[in-house]
């Protein structure tokens, strides 16, 4: 088992459970393969505070980025988790990092600077970018459903602090961790 620090999960194991097995539809129910369990499991970010200055005019934000391979999409906070943000557990269910430090800040700068550019490239004037690591990492929660029968299973993962279904990106790193246990 290994000790981390996480955010504190906004959805239930029932409510996790309901919403793979429910629907919008009830005639979704016949297209999905049956649900054979549900698991809990925590992603590791690194949590940077990003400044950028445009024409002068100073931003900052602070954002997570994965530890594992830096590939998902960013994390924002509106200030560095709190107490109440944030519980101490132990879990089996952790991603290793294996995301250096150097390589994560490049990584977070250049998803950071697609998003700035993303807004509006002409309204850029004399634009720097700085981020500056914040110690330790947090882990996010997440919930694992996994469907079908024997070795046709799939994963569906949803995010527990924000409630929202994950994609590609977070199916295949979890498949990956997986297959290498």
């Known amino acids: ?23 919008t539809l009830p005639i979704a129910s016949w297209f999905r393969s049956p649900v054979q369990s549900i698991a809990e499991l925590y992603i590791p970010f690194r949590l940077f505070k990003v400044k950028f200055v445009n024409g002068g005019r100073e931003e900052s934000h602070i954002f997570g980025l994965d530890a594992v391979h830096g590939v998902m999409d960013l994390y924002e906070f509106s200030g560095p988790p709190g107490a109440q943000e944030v519980t101490s557990l132990e879990s089996r269910n952790v991603l290793p990092v294996a995301l250096g430090s150097l390589e994560a800040r490049e990584r977070v700068l250049a998803k950071v600077r697609k998003l700035v550019f993303s807004r509006g490239f002409f309204r850029m004037r004399d634009v720097r970018f700085e981020a500056e690591q914040i110690p330790g990492e947090i882990c996010v929660p997440y919930w694992v459903c996994f469907r079908g ?11 527990a602090v924000r409630r929202r279904a994950e994609g590609a990106k977070v199916r295949r790193m979890i498949e990956d961790w997986l297959q290498c246990k």
């Not at 981390?4 to 097995?21: C, D, Y």
């Not at 029968?149 to 995010?159: E, I, N, P, S, T």
């Open 149 to 159: 029968k024997d070795k046709q299973l799939r994963l569906a993962v949803m995010d």
């Open 1 to 23: 088992m290994t000790a981390i620090r996480s955010l504190r999960a906004n959805v239930t194991r029932e409510e996790a459970l309901r919403h793979f097995t429910g629907g």
